[in-house]
């Protein structure tokens, strides 16, 4: 595990994510197609529902987009509830900057 200092933020790497980003794990996390509310599922994260809200609004899926833009923000603010290091709620923030920016 390393801590790297920037600023008053601390981050963590650890080798868990290095090998989390190679091959097809990396793939499968990042794999997140337009889904139904009905397809939601309690492991899903915020990063991956964006990614599903980017797809619906890229298939023209509107209603689907916005039911799962508002299950992401939930799990989201429940994520910023959780964490008490508040240089964290930043990733939360800028998820919502690049689905509506697309960036």
Do not use: K
């Amino acid at each position: 595990m390393w801590v790297i200092f920037v600023g008053r933020v601390r981050i963590l790497l650890v080798g868990a994510f290095a090998w989390m980003l190679a091959g097809p794990v990396h793939a499968q996390f990042n794999d997140m197609s337009c889904i139904t509310l009905a397809e939601l599922q309690t492991t899903d994260t915020p990063p991956r529902l964006a990614r599903s809200v980017r797809d619906c609004i890229a298939q023209e899926r509107y209603g689907d987009a916005m039911q799962v833009f508002l299950a992401y923000s939930v799990y989201g603010t429940f994520d910023q509830q959780r964490v008490r290091d508040e240089s964290g709620h930043a990733a939360f923030v800028e998820l919502n900057s690049w689905i509506f920016g697309g960036y």
